[in-house]
């Protein structure tokens, strides 16, 4: 009886944290494709420019596609593993204004790194940060390989593509979040990025990252942070309450949105449950 109780009171905590926004990778149900489509509906823009980075096998490329059928769109999508950028680029997308598949990897800087790949599952290889960088599991032995990778800044690559605009940036880098951010500095001081997701969880640990790094990172540029729920946006008002439980969740940072808009936004979302 006692393992039983146990266990419903397991499943209710995982119930009432994914509520709230963590502990569900599953983009329909998380709130992350929902926040896609009403940024996507509510823009004014005539061209709407998307970055994803970190694309593995294209989910993420295909849905925003499909989201933007009736816009005119460009994106670029990033991904560095051999094997994952084959699958991206087998795959059948809608036709497009602009559809550009990079085999590079996204960090501060240009020039070269190492990237770990999961034989598991190559959706969490990540850039290794570190010659000395472990596996998520700190094992020495493990089911992955390394590869040698090409990387690029978002800034140097935006000034290569003559890119003035990115609307919707999306990175799910496992834990090289930060570095991806640092390599677009510029674009974002000028206010040329104007929504970013980002995906944080235990691979902030591996890393060396704090969630406050990159939530204080972005507020130095004037974004507002939020965690994204199923229904809703919790905006993190204060930063020196946050703490890092490194409980898999994604984040979402605006300027193209003001506060008082993107409340009114989400409450309509939240009243109508669409």
């Known amino acids: 009886m006692k393992k039983?109780?146990?266990a419903i009171l397991s499943r209710l905590r995982v119930l009432v944290l994914r509520k709230f926004g963590f502990l569900n990778d599953d983009p329909e149900s998380n709130g992350e494709y929902s926040l896609l489509d009403r940024l996507v509906r509510s823009s004014e823009r005539r061209k709407l420019v998307l970055f994803d980075i970190g694309a593995n096998c294209g989910d993420w490329t295909h849905k925003a596609i499909i989201t933007a059928k009736e816009r005119s769109l460009e994106l670029h999508a990033f991904e560095p593993g051999r094997e994952a950028y084959?699958?991206?680029?087998?795959r059948s997308f809608q036709k497009v204004?602009?559809?550009?598949?990079?085999n590079?990897?996204?960090d501060r800087i240009s020039g070269v790194g190492v990237l770990e790949v999961s034989q598991a599952n190559d959706k969490l290889s990540y850039l290794v940060q570190h010659p000395c960088c472990l596996p998520l599991n700190g094992s020495a032995k493990t089911d992955s390989h390394r590869e040698g990778v090409a990387t690029i800044s978002v800034d140097q690559y935006c000034r290569s593509k003559n890119i003035e605009t990115i609307f919707f940036m999306k990175i799910d880098v496992e834990g090289a979040e930060l570095a991806v951010l640092n390599g677009c500095a510029n674009m974002l001081r000028e206010g040329r990025i104007l929504n970013v997701q980002f995906e944080y969880w235990g691979t902030y640990l591996r890393a060396g990252t704090k969630l406050t790094d990159v939530v204080g990172f972005l507020r130095t540029f004037g974004y507002r942070v939020g965690r994204i729920m199923p229904r809703?946006?919790?905006?993190?008002?204060?930063?020196k309450a946050q703490q890092d439980s490194y409980r898999y969740s994604n984040y979402f940072a605006t300027r193209g949105l003001t506060?008082?808009?993107a409340f009114r936004y989400y409450e309509y979302f939240r009243r109508f449950k669409v």
């Open 4 to 6: 039983l109780i146990n």
């Open 86 to 90: 084959k699958l991206l680029c087998s």
């Open 97 to 102: 204004d602009k559809l550009v598949l990079n």
């Open 104 to 106: 590079i990897a996204v």
């Open 232 to 239: 809703s946006i919790k905006w993190l008002n204060d930063l």
């Open 259 to 261: 506060p008082m808009r």
